[in-house]
């Protein structure tokens, strides 16, 4: 995993990117856990309910999420997808 | 025809400045290009006022019913044409003769009384532009699917008009039905009536606005979280990038140390040969 291209020689090479692409993963990947699991049981509780409050809530949160003008967030969304991009090459170059 | 005060045209209509006329001619379902010069814009809305006084009252009535907007059967033909400009629907089931050939008449199609029902819709569909028509459309998928969602099946209620302001019989009518203390007495609490509904609708709106407010207020929140979080996302993006630049550049350091080293190797192999022959 954090081996470099000269791992196929039998020698072991430390590859700065790959090693910070697996920390990257386990620690984006740990973080979202954790958030997901600790979110998604008390939206569960909120909303799961059939009482009005909940009925209201649920409508709220639909209404909320429908009002998302995405229009706003063009410019960052466009810069993020330009950075992936970017990325994607990067590793493409790694793997050449 | 009904005398309508309100759809008279208006003496002061060419002392108004040409954006409240602009203004107006839109409420009135007017489309107007910014550079239109103020005699044509009077002209317009002059024509306008002249179409709703020749137009049915009736049959502006049954446009509204139709695309359920919600008037009060008293309103005049002017606040019957400013409901008839929102109107977006285009399925004209349940839309009788006249209402079709009074919302074609507003919206500049020919509708005279030897033309089909049929060729009518169709000219009345054929003027929506695209970007409104893939409006409409997203709009209408999108209403089923949240109806469907959170209502279920749900039929149509009949329409409803708003209730009348004025519904109170007279003074002298109470007066001739319940009696002289009667007749007041009920007067009397009409009018405290009106006054706590008053009161109420005042409070209700400051309710509303407070609401408003606060709704405000969540979607900023609402919309610098997702900013907060698509910071993040570049952020994260940017330091990717930044290290696999680093690490392209440290590839290649590594690969030109083990070329230079097999070079090196490779000519101390070449002396070695050299000087055993």
Known sequence: MARGKGAANGMVEFSPFNFFRFMLTIVVTVY???RLL????LVMQLTAGNDRGARLLRRYLLVQALRIRFRRFA??????????????LLIARHWL | MTADASARPSPTLSELPSDMLISYGSELGLAFESDTPRGELLRLVRQRQELLLDIDRDALLDVVVW???PVRK??????????IAKITNMRFDGLSDRGLRALARLRGVEAGR??????V???????????????RMR???MGSLVSHWLERRREDEAYRFLPENDTQPSLKESIRSQGVVGGIANRLRGVADEYIEAKLDEIEKRIDRKLDEIDERLAEWRDREIQNRMRIVKITLITAIIVAILSLGYDYALSLTRASGEGNVGKATLAHKEHQS
């Open chain 1, 32 to 34: 979202c856990a954790i």
């Open chain 1, 38 to 41: 600790m979110w998604l049981p």
């Open chain 2, 114 to 119: 030897g033309r089909l029902r049929s060729q």
């Open chain 2, 67 to 69: 695309a359920r907007q």
């Open chain 2, 139 to 141: 709009r209408s998928v």
């Open chain 1, 75 to 88: 410019w960052e969304m466009v810069q993020i997808v330009l950075l992936f991009a970017i990325l994607c």
């Open chain 2, 74 to 83: 008293s309103a005049s033909k002017e606040s019957l044409a400013r409901q």
């Open chain 2, 121 to 135: 819709e169709r000219e009345l569909k054929q003027q929506e532009n695209f970007s409104s028509k893939i409006r």
